[in-house]
């Protein structure tokens, strides 16, 4: 039942072009990028630590991919490894220092770095174009929509599967001891900065190729549009929202915010953004285990 | 002690070298600086006490800007005065922000307070977003552009009210903390909450308290800056990042250190602005600043 369901949901994934007008296609392509990003937070929170860096390797990969189109000549497929590549190294040498903070450090550095990589993207002008940013002259697969999704699709795969991969291996055992207890974990021979290290880096080439994409589809950057904290707020709401600590929840929680967000754009042209502060304040109240993670629990229970 | 002395001279020196060399930069630094720290302290006393990271801290300080714009432009308020307005505005903002919604995750996992005043600094910006849009509030008064002559330059005689603010402000805390019968209740709730309660203190009330009030003393701030700054909904974010640096440089519970560092990135932050094609890297110094730091007390916790 389980393999059936998601192979249906899978082959209208992939079908949905054909059968869909380009505005819904653009839609669902925004919220798989959002989606990638809240799981890629939500995989980093598995580990007890809440990092506000979303947006900042997002916004690192999106730079590091039109800078290799533009200056280098790189393929605009090959630009997006290279995005991914550049987060995963800077966040490798981050971490070293970074991932030895807990709690309140580890989030408000991690916030800090996303000002510190805005304060570079604006002043690096010779590279990054300074406040105006980069334009690229043509977009990936030369804007076709088609083309995008199908890229942006499989690049939600990639991630889900990795985040599987971190639930059902012996991994996830190492990071929920970190979570739940470190001294404990410590003590049973698990090597945390190791687990800590490899997560971060992972987490980080998601979003930065998340970021490449992103920056690709839209052939542009700009310093406030593309560090803005949207990439870091709707992840979280969507994580929350959908349950934290697994996979589905993301999903579920950046399929409904995602849809829900396209019809508050148009009610509210002003500040709509204020839904996702009520929400992640009433779930983190209220629902500590998600709307989702709520209602299968309810469903269960019956 | 003997460090901390060491330290203080070390402090000294450099200011004199720095007075003596780019006299602007120094003045302005201090300024700016005293301001920093001005906006600094609730955030510490909060951390302190509460032992709560308000991320949300910055934007109470838009809200009372506001606040002040709205009482200068509909009733023709001095913006120094309005003060005694926003203080008890700010306090049942605050108030009411607590007991909905901080109060409620208090006692569980750490990551929920820090989303949770994640999430009411979102909601306070795009709340004063919906309700005032995004366009830059003046304020303007003739005397807070005045300037005076100090060896030769110069500077804005207004933004000596900051270093007079900071300093008052600091010695209040600090009495208010010694002398009165609440300041020593809050005092030893930061130093150990159950500790406090066995002994007959009601902690919840020290709590709820200590965030209101540091809440309201973001009136000082915001009614003291009104005049010299374009207010707009985002403004709040680089003070709290700024606010949570200070704290971090000074240390925990050492209140006169986040004015000591407030002053010494100020000058810092005002030297690196006065090179000439480098003014857009001065924002870095805090970060920067905030990321070594943490850094190197991190490390140095591991190694203990």
């Known amino acids: 039942m389980k393999t059936l369901s998601i192979i249906a949901v899978l082959a209208l994934a992939i079908i949905l072009p054909f059968i869909a007008d380009i505005y819904l296609i653009h839609v669902v392509s925004t ?48 630009s997006i490894f290279v995005g991914a590549v550049f987060a995963a190294l800077t966040s490798f040498g981050l971490g070293i220092a970074v991932l030895k903070l807990r709690e309140m450090y580890f989030a408000i550095t991690t916030l800090a770095l996303t000002s510190v990589f805005t304060v570079l993207a604006r002043n690096l002008s010779d590279l990054t174009g300074g406040a105006a940013g980069k334009i690229l002259f043509n977009a990936i697969f030369d804007g076709d929509p088609k ?102 929840g993301p999903i579920v929680g950046a399929l409904v915010l995602g849809f829900t967000s396209e019809y508050l754009k148009l009610l509210m042209p002003y500040g709509h953004l204020i839904i996702y502060g009520i929400i992640i304040v009433l779930t983190v109240i209220f629902l500590r285990k998600g709307v989702y993670g709520t209602i299968m629990e309810k469903i269960r229970s019956k | 002690m003997k460090r901390i002395f060491n330290l203080y001279t070390f402090f000294l020196l450099l200011l004199v070298v720095v007075a ?21 302290l609730p955030l510490a006393l909060i951390l302190g006490i509460v032992g709560l990271l308000n991320l949300a801290h910055g934007d109470f300080l838009t809200l009372g800007l506001y606040i002040g714009y709205i009482l200068f432009n509909q009733f023709k308020f001095d913006p120094i ?3 005694i307005f926003i203080a008890p505005i700010l306090f049942v903002i605050g108030l009411a922000v607590y007991k909905s919604t901080i109060e409620k995750v208090l006692k569980s996992h750490h990551l929920n307070l820090l989303l949770i005043t994640f999430g009411v600094s979102i909601t306070l910006v795009e709340l004063i977003n919906s309700l005032w849009t995004s366009r ?3 304020v303007y008064v003739t005397y807070a552009t005045k300037s005076i002559s100090l060896f030769g330059i110069s500077i804005g005689a207004y933004e000596f009210l900051y270093v007079a603010a900071s300093i008052a402000v600091l010695l ?6 010694k002398k009165t019968r609440f300041g020593q209740a809050a005092f030893a709730v930061g130093q150990n909450p159950r500790g406090a309660a066995i ?75 006065s090179i000439p094609g480098y003014s857009g890297w001065s924002d870095l110094v805090f970060f920067g600043v905030l990321i070594l730091v943490i850094a190197f007390r991190a490390n140095r916790g591991a190694e203990r």
């Open chain 2, 172 to 177: 209040v805390i600090m009495l208010v903390l």
């Open chain 2, 20 to 40: 003596l060399v780019r006299p602007y930069a120094f003045f302005y630094g201090l300024q700016r600086g005293s301001l920093y720290s001005l906006i600094a």
């Open chain 2, 136 to 138: 830059p509030r003046n």
């Open chain 2, 81 to 83: 005065l309005s003060m």
């Open chain 1, 31 to 78: 919220i798989m990028i959002f989606m990638c990003l809240a799981l890629s937070w939500d995989m980093m929170l598995r580990t007890g630590q809440l990092s506000f860096g979303t947006a900042g390797f997002f916004g690192l990969g999106a730079y590091a991919a039109i800078i290799a189109v533009d200056d280098f000549n790189v393929n605009p497929v090959m």
């Open chain 2, 199 to 273: 002994v007959g203190i009601n902690v919840k009330l020290v709590y709820t308290i200590t965030f209101s009030l540091a809440t309201a003393m973001m009136a000082v701030s915001a009614s003291l800056m009104m005049p010299r700054v374009s207010i707009f909904p985002n403004l709040g974010g680089p003070f709290t990042m700024k606010s949570f640096c200070l704290t971090a440089m000074a240390g925990l519970g050492n209140l006169p250190g986040i004015l000591l560092s407030g002053i010494t990135l100020g000058i810092a932050e005002a030297i690196v602005q």
């Open chain 1, 147 to 248: 083309k995008t999704y199908w890229l942006i699709l499989s690049f939600t795969i990639v991630v889900i599967v990795l985040s599987e991969i971190f639930e059902r291996t012996r991994v996830k055992y190492a990071i929920s001891s970190i979570r739940n207890d470190e001294l404990v974990a410590k003590s049973s021979g698990i090597n945390i900065f190791k687990y800590l290290l490899i997560v971060f880096v992972i987490t980080s080439a998601i979003q930065g190729a998340a970021g490449a994409i992103y920056a690709q589809q839209y052939a542009f950057v700009e310093p406030d549009s593309t560090f803005s904290a949207n990439f870091l707020l709707l992840p979280i709401a969507m994580a929350l929202v959908g349950g934290i600590y697994s996979t589905i």
